[in-house]
């Protein structure tokens, strides 16, 4: 399968192009990107070719993998869409309900896959995790307490027209996905948020948020997805999930796995992450279910219903009341 | 020598008797429980008198001060009456099973003129001094978020825990610890809002989150729960403009201890601290009464806890934000 990446906008572009290096299955097509200072210098430096032009990228390849700013991954996605082209889209699915509509719209009128890119899927602990609360063993779920937290990105990830929010649209997703991953049956209904820019009082974006929200199967939550680890912290963020069942409990952690280094050279102490790669899963995933064509997953509908919470947790706190999605 | 009559012989009287026990400038004259055999091992063990009544214990030994480690839908009759007997009144947290209740101890205790302590032990406990010291101190910048987490078995050693006209459920007699503490490192709240899981979803006990905004601006989580299969574990982390700091008591356990036994191994977990916070509360309560001054957790300060817990609750039960005036 030939795989194009259109934009290196998002860091994780980095990380799916050495992943689809990987893969037997895949081959880079090229790269395009609206700055193409910084795609001449990716394509460069992964030694694949340069495309001017989107249209150009399209036609060499059989799938891409969208890292754009979430504000362009519409347009991205339907573009690839139209020529027939799956996709791999970086999360959030996009800025607006009405993006995300029509983005899943035109992957099904053209007959393509249009998969969102929640990596957390793929993590080993998440998956087994998985494996835990379909085994019943915890009994019913009652609450999750979940954390998504992180240091405050910078570029385009501050600027609203382009990220379409801050750190409650930056990391809300993640565990959101996760926790409906965790009840396939269950969509949030209620979403009370509180948000903010405590740490970074010159932003004009939030950067710390505090979620609490409700399934229809009556599963209580919480969501911390703030930019709230200092420049000191010893890893970038975390990814938690404090799941609580009539049986017992699980205090899940993505990124515990880790080595402690205490450093003179930087004098400071940081997280040395050895667990699995999960980016890996997902890339790989993409590729058997675009190859064999089976049915991606998480899919755009699954991207639609994460950001429709970051969304109204951002309507929560404007009107200081919870908001119902959905009866 | 100030002379401490203690009101109920259960858990937290016995803790209470302990710490009287190494206390300078106070001691423990007598007990007042109506259970005899609930109170005989402690009189035994503190080697005083063991009283039915509060007013038979007042009469006998003529206290100072009146400690109450009752359930609490017993606070306000207790501290009422040690209040009109002349005496001053320490009284376990949560204050009282509602803010009538609290006012009625606060006017008592005002009319009396005798000196009222909650025991909000959080204040008095050296992780979480140190912990609002950090932020006095200005080591973490402006705080942005606060997570806190109280979570164990359901107290299966007494049933009143479990009966909500008591206890007020694990918000008002758990999550109130964290509630006290954020009040007194960050001011007052704005608003609150919160989920509350309990029996009825099949759990062993109750389990509330709570999202609190205080007028300050900070972001609070706070976690209370009753439903966890054993253990107990507290945990804060705070975050801020110019730092994290982060404590969690299952990571402090500075003695494990593993014995082979007949059958399967026994773990033994300590993090000892001597004296303990419970002692500090005390002690500084005597300490205000010798020295005339008011306590850190006084009448008025308490009650706005209360209200605080109170208001977490109506939050739960109505699924609304309540707004704090």
């Known amino acids: ?327 | 020598m100030l002379k401490v009559g203690l009101v109920g012989a259960g858990g937290m009287g016995a803790v209470h008797a302990a710490a009287l026990a190494g206390m300078r400038g106070a001691k423990l004259v007598g007990v007042v429980d109506a259970r005899e055999e609930a109170a005989r091992r402690l009189v035994e063990q503190a080697g005083v008198a063991h009283y039915t009544s509060l007013d038979e214990l007042v009469s006998a030994e003529n206290p100072n001060l009146i400690d109450i480690c009752l359930p609490t839908d017993l606070h306000k009759e207790y501290a009422v009456r040690a209040a009109e007997l002349g005496k001053h009144v320490f009284c376990e947290k949560p204050m009282a099973r509602s803010s009538e209740e609290a006012q009625a101890m606060v006017e008592a205790c005002r009319k009396a003129g005798v000196k009222l302590m909650i025991g909000h032990v959080l204040r008095f406990s050296p992780e979480y001094r140190t912990a609002k010291q950090m932020v006095e101190d200005g080591r973490l910048g402006r705080v942005g978020t606060v997570r806190m987490i109280r979570e164990g078995a359901a107290p299966g050693w007494s049933a009143w825990f479990g009966d909500n006209k008591r206890s007020g459920g694990v918000l008002l007699d758990l999550a109130i610890h964290d509630m006290d503490w954020l009040r007194w490192t960050f001011g007052e709240a704005e608003r609150v809002y919160a989920k509350l899981a309990g029996t009825e979803q099949g759990l062993p006990g109750e389990h509330a989150v709570v999202s609190i905004r205080m007028k300050s601006g900070v972001i609070a989580h706070i976690t209370g729960s009753w439903a966890q299969p054993d253990g107990f574990r507290t945990f804060l982390e705070l975050a801020g403009t110019g730092g994290v700091a982060k404590f969690d008591s299952a990571d402090t356990y500075s003695i494990k201890t593993t014995l082979r036994g007949e059958e399967r191994l026994t773990h033994q977990l300590e993090s000892p601290l001597e004296p303990d916070g419970y002692f500090h509360e005390l002690q500084h309560f005597i300490d205000c009464i010798a020295s005339g001054t008011e306590p850190s957790v006084n009448g008025e300060d308490a009650a706005q806890s209360l209200e605080l817990a109170l208001a977490a609750i109506r939050s739960a039960e109505t699924g609304q934000v309540v707004f704090l005036s």
């Open chain 1, 1 to 327: 399968m030939k795989i194009g990446m259109i934009s290196f906008a998002h860091m994780h572009a980095y990380s799916y192009a050495h992943a689809l290096k990987r893969n037997p299955d895949a081959e880079l097509a090229g790269i395009t990107d609206d700055d193409p200072e910084r795609g001449r210098r990716m394509a460069e430096e992964l030694g694949i070719p340069w495309f001017e032009r989107t249209e150009e990228l399209l036609a060499a390849s059989d799938a891409v993998v969208i890292c754009s700013e979430n504000a362009k991954h519409a347009e991205y996605t339907i573009q690839a869409a139209n020529a027939g082209k799956h996709i791999l889209c970086e999360k959030p699915i996009s800025t607006n309900v009405k993006d995300a509509e029509a983005m899943i719209e035109a992957a099904e009128r053209n007959g393509v896959q249009l998969m969102i890119a929640f990596p957390c899927r793929f993590s080993t602990v998440a998956k087994r995790t998985k494996k835990l609360v379909e085994s019943g063993k915890l009994g019913k779920l009652v609450a999750i307490n979940g954390t998504n937290r992180g240091t405050m990105p910078g570029g385009w990830f501050i600027d609203r027209s382009m990220a379409g929010g801050g750190a409650v649209m930056d990391h809300t997703v993640h565990v959101m996905d996760l926790m409906r991953w965790y009840m396939p049956d269950a969509e949030v209904t209620e979403v009370y948020a509180e948000v903010d820019n405590r740490f970074h009082p010159d932003l004009d974006i939030d950067d710390s948020g505090l979620l609490t929200f409700t399934f229809d199967n009556g599963v209580i939550a919480t969501l911390d997805p703030s930019w709230s680890r200092s420049k000191s912290f010893p890893v970038w963020g975390d990814v938690t999930l404090d799941i609580l069942g009539t049986n017992g409990t699980s205090k899940v952690d993505l990124f515990k796995q880790n080595v402690l280094l205490h450093s003179d050279d930087t004098m400071k102490t940081t997280e040395n992450f050895y667990g699995d790669d999960s980016d890996q899963g997902l890339i790989d995933h993409f590729i058997d279910c675009i190859m064999h064509n089976k049915p991606v997953s998480p899919n755009g509908v699954d991207g639609l219903r994460a950001m429709e919470v970051a969304l109204a947790a951002y309507r929560s706190a404007e009107l200081q009341q919870p908001v119902t999605l959905r009866k």
